[in-house]
């Protein structure tokens, strides 16, 4: 603490008080520093501004005196400020500057008496009034930091200062190590000041350190920066934002692009272009230009650039103007920090759609376009970045299998759209082929079923473009494989069929990539045969899948197929009352389709609910040649215990004959799970008037309960003639291998 | 008139040998083997039944109308079945009988083949007759009920009997 003197004490009165009073009515009290000095400050007051005697300041603050008597000045220095003024004069020096005060410096019985705000401010002196209290208040510390922050956006970086008070502050820049150094004068710290961590291009590392009443803040930089200090009343408090920026200093242009340098790395940047005559402007925010420039580029697509310092409040901006030569795009990249501006003057001249399965744009330059597949709407969207859309119309129809329609439009200035709506989504891939840009659509596999047929499963494999493609079995395990060529596969555009049965399981996959083929692979429960059912070069390729023994051998075969009794001839009467006459006929026109199927022509004896004779159906057979004769009946007995499924012959069968009841009497017994009650030889009227093998299957007992009530049930009548048909298969099959 | 008498004693003596004859005849039995359904309706089981030798052929078919004794056998003519008539040619039994058998008749291969061959095999099994021929109401039928032809006599089928 410097050493008490009490002096007078002098006050002013700021509020009412016009005229100068030399004698005070009421004593002053100062305090300096938050100590007492005096409560009877000796004071004038001269046109409204209160005069308090030098010696006092000198005597209770760290301000060294010098008095120059020759040429009646008298000198302070306070803390490296130094301040000159003479007595009887209105002036200050500070520094360099001269100040006016409101009144003279004055000397009353020898004692200078000096102007207390003016000077108190030149020296950075708080100075405060109570006039109720009646008290003069002087203090050297002016506010204290409560907080820094660290501001970084877009726009500009920096620290901020919140201080209670407005305090005077210096700033000095250094090099070797790149620094900044901030005075702020007449500023504590807050003893709990909390210290944000920068994490910053410009700044490294900032200390902030209080050495008596003054704050001093070092902010170690990377390299040269601009800096600008922003000074805001918060309230009652004052916050001074530093913002630092990177400096541009340099401008050049390499022959292809132009390359703005700066201390720092640039960073955001705005772009606009401008008509009338074609230019690009661009902002580069947060930095600073060292000066003007105006650079001459003269080529295709630039004429020239110029950059400016377009604004530094409230934060800095560099603007780039430059002259474009016709519809020049520009695309900015930043390269080890350097802004490079890139002149891009792609035209997008055409699409060329005449192939299904290619679309060509046609470009002046290559430009890689983003592509967007959109799954809702099926569509691709091509971006062409920095590309002018020549193209006069807005939509290409086009109504082709897999193209609906293109649109393009120029999207935004730099970027031209093309929308290709497709009937579906396929993949692609794209192509330079000099500017033009191929993009195919490739074909793909975009459906694959497996329906379950009786005695079958059919594989459906959709492509969108006929393709050539190669099936063949493979052992260990047992498989199918489907080779699809010139075909993509998208796997997540695909849904598989559940395997079952005969089939364990489906793959697909894209078995290559170049050449492009996908393959289709059925992992199979035993060693199945397969039919190709479609041509060679297909969109829809169906294959068979048919167990060995279920494969056709029925090709050609005449089979007379004869539904027992009918129309006035009821049959046997069922259990509960069913008519063997319906139900054979159902079970016959069931065995007719499958053998149809099956590549056989059948002969129904009848298709209706009517009386055929008995020497009628046979005539029917022998008129006609066939090579089998198939009666399907139903038993029936007095008992209505008895139940299961025999099969009649003529007693004179030959070989052939006893083949055929016996293949289709065992296929009716495993179809259909019925007690075996053989294969019988009689002397059946349609039997023994017919010429070829001739079988009569009497399927179950209607006259049983339980045996009828299946009956009654079309998939047991299914199942029957399933068995039919697979006995009859495998007849003509046996017969095949033992001519062959 | 002694001539007259003993005439008439010989008629009388005649007569009475001829009623013994034919009462004796009346009360005497065969043993015939009558085919009847075995339990699976598979094959045909014989049933030894005594039967009245006077109209011994009608009494077989009556007694087969009626069905077996034993059982474990089964039914084979429909009940209702009347016999119309029976005679025998050249070794071949010529049976008639009522619409019923084909009327009531339950159907199926199997039933027809049971209803035939019970007739037939029963039949045929007799001394004196080879063949069987089905008439119904007095005429020839294609079939019984659908199957089995019946237009020519038939014979004795082993591949019933078990």
Not at chain 1, 16 to 40: F, K, V
Not at chain 1, 404 to 425: A, G, P, W, Y
Not at chain 1, 469 to 495: A, C, G, M, S, W
Request: net charge negative; charged share 30%.
């Amino acid at each position: 603490m410097p050493k008490r003197i009490l002096v007078l004490v002098l006050m002013v009165l700021l509020i009412t008080s016009i005229s100068s009073r030399a004698e005070a009515d009421d004593d002053i009290r100062l305090m300096i520093n938050g100590d007492l000095i005096t409560d009877q400050l000796d004071y004038r007051i001269v046109d409204n501004s209160i005069l308090i005697p030098l010696d006092i300041l000198t005597d209770n603050l760290s301000i060294k005196m010098k008095w120059f008597t020759s040429i009646n000045t008298i000198q302070l220095d306070k803390e490296g400020r130094v301040i000159k003024f003479r007595v009887g004069d209105k002036h200050l020096q500070v520094d360099n500057k001269i100040i006016k005060m409101d009144t003279k410096v004055i000397s009353i019985n020898e004692r200078v008496m000096v102007p207390l705000k003016d000077l108190g401010s030149a020296l950075g002196l708080t100075i405060k009034s109570y006039p109720k209290q009646r008290i003069v208040k002087i203090s050297e510390v002016k506010g204290e930091i409560k907080d820094i922050d660290y501001p970084k956006t877009e726009d500009y970086e920096g620290l901020e200062f919140l201080i209670t008070e407005e305090v005077d502050y210096d700033v000095q820049l250094f090099s070797n190590p790149t620094r900044m150094v901030l005075d702020i004068k007449g500023a504590t710290i807050t003893s709990n000041l909390d210290k944000p961590k920068v994490d910053s291009n410009l700044i490294k590392d900032y200390h902030i350190s209080q050495l008596n009443n003054n704050t001093k803040v070092i902010i170690d930089l990377y390299d040269n920066i601009n800096y600008n200090i922003e000074k805001r009343k918060d309230g009652d408090e004052y916050k001074y934002l530093v913002k630092l920026s990177p400096i541009i200093d340099s401008v050049k242009y390499n022959g292809s692009k132009i390359i703005i340098g700066a201390t720092r790395p640039l960073h955001a940047t705005r772009v606009n272009y401008l008509s009338n005559p074609n230019r690009v402007v661009i902002d580069i925010k947060n930095a600073a230009l060292e000066k003007a420039t105006e650079l001459k580029i003269g080529d295709k697509s630039i004429n020239k650039v110029r950059l400016s310092q377009f604004q530094t409040e409230p934060y800095n901006i560099v603007r780039a103007v430059l002259d474009l030569e016709g519809e020049t795009r520009v695309k900015l990249e930043n390269n080890e920090g350097n802004l490079e501006i890139l002149p891009l003057s792609t035209q997008l001249l055409g699409i060329d759609y005449s192939s299904e399965e290619d679309l060509l744009f046609k470009l002046s330059n290559q430009v890689k376009p983003e592509v967007f597949p959109l799954t809702k709407g099926d569509r691709l969207v091509f971006d062409f970045p920095f590309t002018v859309n020549n193209i006069k119309e807005h939509s290409l129809k086009v109504d082709n299998k897999l193209i609906e329609e293109i649109r393009v439009s120029q999207f935004n200035k730099e970027k031209s759209r093309v929308v290709v709506d497709l009937t579906k989504l396929v993949p692609y891939e794209m192509k330079w082929k000099g500017n033009n840009l191929q993009v195919k659509l490739v074909n793909n596999l975009t459906g694959v079923t497996l329906e379950e047929k009786k005695l079958k499963q059919t594989l459906k494999l959709s492509l969108l473009k006929a393709r050539n493609y190669k099936v063949y079995k493979l052992v260990n395990p047992n498989r199918l494989v489907i080779d699809i060529f010139d075909t993509i596969v998208d796997l997540n555009q695909i849904e598989l069929p559940k395997a079952n049965g005969i089939i364990k399981n489906i793959r697909v996959s894209q078995y290559s990539r170049d050449p492009k083929q996908v393959r289709v692979a059925l992992e199979l429960a035993k060693n199945l045969d397969f039919e190709i059912k479609s041509e060679d070069t297909t969109d829809n390729i169906e294959i068979d899948i048919v167990e060995e023994r279920f494969r056709s051998y029925l090709k050609d075969k005449l089979i007379v197929v004869d539904a027992g009794h009918g129309g006035r001839d009821p049959g046997a009467i069922g259990y509960s009352g069913s008519r063997e006459k319906d139900l054979v006929l159902d079970i016959a026109m069931k065995l007719e389709n499958l053998l149809e199927n099956g590549g056989a022509k059948v002969i129904m004896t009848r298709r209706t609910d009517e009386y055929i004779e008995l020497t009628d159906r046979s005539k029917i057979a022998n008129d006609n040649n066939a090579d089998i004769f198939v009666s399907i009946h139903l038993n029936s007995h007095v008992d209505s215990e008895h139940n299961g499924t025999e099969t009649y012959i003529r007693p004179n069968y030959d070989q052939t004959n006893l083949l055929l009841a016996n293949l289709t009497q065992r296929a009716l017994i495993k179809g259909l799970g019925t007690c075996n009650r053989g294969v019988k030889s009689n002397n059946l009227k349609v039997l023994d008037t017919t010429n070829m093998p001739a079988i009569l299957n009497e399927i179950a007992f209607l006259s049983n309960k339980d045996e009828e009530s299946l009956l009654m049930n079309e998939e047991f009548r299914e199942k029957a003639a399933i068995a039919l048909y697979k006995g009859i298969n495998n007849y003509f099959r046996l017969l095949a291998e033992e001519g062959s | 008139m002694l001539k007259e008498k003993n005439l008439n004693l010989y008629i009388v003596v005649g007569l009475c040998i001829l009623v013994v004859f034919l009462l004796s005849n009346f009360f005497t039995t065969k043993e015939v083997k009558l085919y009847f359904s075995d339990e699976q309706a598979q094959y045909l089981t014989a049933e030894i039944r005594e039967v009245k030798t006077n109209d011994l052929y009608e009494n077989i078919v009556k007694e087969l109308i009626e069905g077996p004794k034993n059982e474990g056998l089964e039914v084979t003519i429909p009940a209702q079945t009347k016999l119309l008539g029976i005679e025998v040619k050249d070794r071949t039994a010529i049976v008639d009988f009522s619409k019923e058998i084909q009327t009531k008749h339950w159907g199926g291969s199997t039933g027809e083949t049971i209803t035939v061959y019970s007739i037939v095999n029963t039949l045929t099994a007799l001394d004196g007759i080879d063949r069987v021929q089905i008439l119904v109401e007095g005429t020839k039928v294609q079939t019984l009920v659908g199957h089995l032809e019946l237009e020519e006599p038939l014979t004795f089928n082993s591949n019933l009997i078990n």
